[in-house]
């Protein structure tokens, strides 16, 4: 249910992001500067354009913010957070939107074609056995007992930035070392959102994530 408190909270989350992630920028930008170019003599990584993969989708710009603002918050979120309440339906949820996006990867679901048939099928069907495998197991008392949720948390938030430096390939491999600094902004993000689904619940995670790729994208766009 949502009440003010919680959407005040999202917006606090939000500045605290930009908050921090304003002192972060300036270091990334020091080291982008001084020791990617000047000292490795390789072109900045600061110009990479995170949209391009959704840009060769489409160049509509009312869809690449759909894409980019709210397609890919929810599907990362599903994947990173929703699990977190140790729900089997959650579990089988995330585990089968992460199986099928290994396999399959998104960009065919925005075609009407037989693959898209597919990987809606596959993470229906995965979800649906995931989920009878985990009805009966109960897995969060399992979790609480030997993983605390602080951990899971902080596995979550960290994965969630390390996935990021996919938006810098192709990689690298002479600066490979720096390439998580650059991400902290995404694991500083991944830490708030999972304050924000623990303390409030799934929904309000998701929406700082919307909110914070809304304004991004709008910035681009």
């Known amino acids: ?7 005040k909270a999202i917006g606090y989350s939000y500045l605290l992001f930009i908050g921090i992630g304003l ?9 982008d500067t ?17 949209l391009k993969s959704i840009k060769a989708l489409t160049d509509n710009g009312f869809y690449i913010m759909f894409i980019a603002a709210f397609f890919a918050p929810t599907v990362e ?6 699990w977190l309440s140790f729900d089997p339906k959650h579990i089988a949820i995330s585990f089968s ?5 290994l396999a399959f990867g998104l960009k065919d679901l925005f075609h009407v074609n037989l693959k898209a048939i597919t990987i809606i099928l596959s993470f229906i069907v995965i979800s649906l056995v ?3 495998v985990l009805r009966d197991k109960h897995p969060k008392e399992y979790l609480d ?17 390390l996935v990021h430096i996919a938006n810098f390939a192709p990689i690298n491999t002479t600066i490979w070392f720096l390439y998580p600094i650059y991400v902290l902004p995404q694991v500083v993000l991944g830490y708030l959102i999972v304050f ?3 303390k409030h619940g799934f929904i309000y995670g998701l929406g700082l994530h919307i909110l914070v790729n809304f304004i991004a994208v709008l910035m681009k766009i």
């Open 1 to 7: 249910m949502f009440t003010k408190d919680k959407i």
């Open 23 to 31: 002192v972060l920028a300036t270091i990334i930008g020091a080291i």
């Open 34 to 50: 001084f020791l990617v170019v000047d000292y490795y003599k390789i072109p900045s990584l600061l110009n990479h354009d995170v």
């Open 77 to 82: 979120e599903t994947m990173f957070r929703l």
């Open 97 to 101: 939107a992460i199986l099928t996006y």
């Open 130 to 132: 995931a989920y009878r």
């Open 145 to 161: 007992r030997f993983i605390p949720i602080r951990v899971m948390g902080s596995i979550s938030a960290i994965l969630f930035g």
């Open 196 to 198: 924000l689904r623990l």
